[in-house]
């Protein structure tokens, strides 16, 4: 298959999810003439990544007070237990198993980190949460269909952002549009696309 029809293929595609990005929505509808609703509270994309933005920066902030309040809880716990130096807990010293039961709190606080994030997000804009829903769940579907196939994955050629995690704004849509035909072409051609283009 040359360069030219592979373009000619995807190119409608990738037109339709920029304009699918770019309408006013707000619905989960692809159609890009659809208009926004007037009592909307996301009517645009851009506002839909600034919320979602904060969503992210309240899921980074809550990795702190997650890890360290379940350490802290577990560490003081054990410290205030009469434990005979003579006894074991699960097979181990008791401090060595104090000491892993601290660490493994915390671990555990981190993970969840993002969960207690999102919850404390969703509580303080709490009108947003419906049309945030039905933004994320259309959101990821045009990632979904654009996204470049992981088959192609190789540790030379691996998929750029495979998630739309990245993504801040509609600009960083269509960076993300072109990293996606760059791993699709290296993953087919064996080399980028301007290797292509000069030959």
């Known amino acids: 298959m040359s360069l030219s029809l592979l373009h000619t293929i995807r190119q409608p595609v990738q037109k339709q999810f920029v304009r699918g990005l770019t309408t006013q929505s707000t619905t989960p509808s692809t159609n890009s003439s659809a208009t926004p609703s007037k009592d909307s509270l996301i009517p645009t994309w851009q506002d839909y990544f600034k919320l979602r933005s904060k969503r992210r920066?309240?899921?980074?902030?809550?990795?702190?007070?997650?890890?360290?309040?379940?350490?802290?809880f577990t560490g003081s716990y054990f410290m205030q237990m009469q434990i005979d130096p003579t006894t074991t807990i699960l097979g181990m010293d008791p401090l060595a198993a104090a000491a892993l039961g601290t660490i493994g709190a915390g671990f555990c606080g981190f993970l969840a980190g993002p969960v207690f994030g999102d919850a404390v997000f969703k509580l303080a804009y709490r009108k947003y949460v419906p049309e945030m829903d039905v933004r994320d769940k259309t959101f990821y579907e045009h990632i979904k269909r654009n996204r470049a196939d992981a088959r192609l994955n190789s540790?030379?050629?691996?998929?750029?952002d495979y998630y739309g995690e990245k993504i801040q704004s509609v600009s960083d849509y269509r960076s993300w549009l072109r990293k996606q035909r760059e791993h699709y072409r290296k993953g087919v051609f064996g080399g980028a696309a301007e290797d292509e283009a000069n030959h």
């Open 57 to 72: 920066m309240f899921e980074l902030a809550s990795y702190g007070p997650s890890t360290i309040f379940p350490a802290a």
């Open 155 to 160: 540790i030379r050629n691996p998929v750029p």
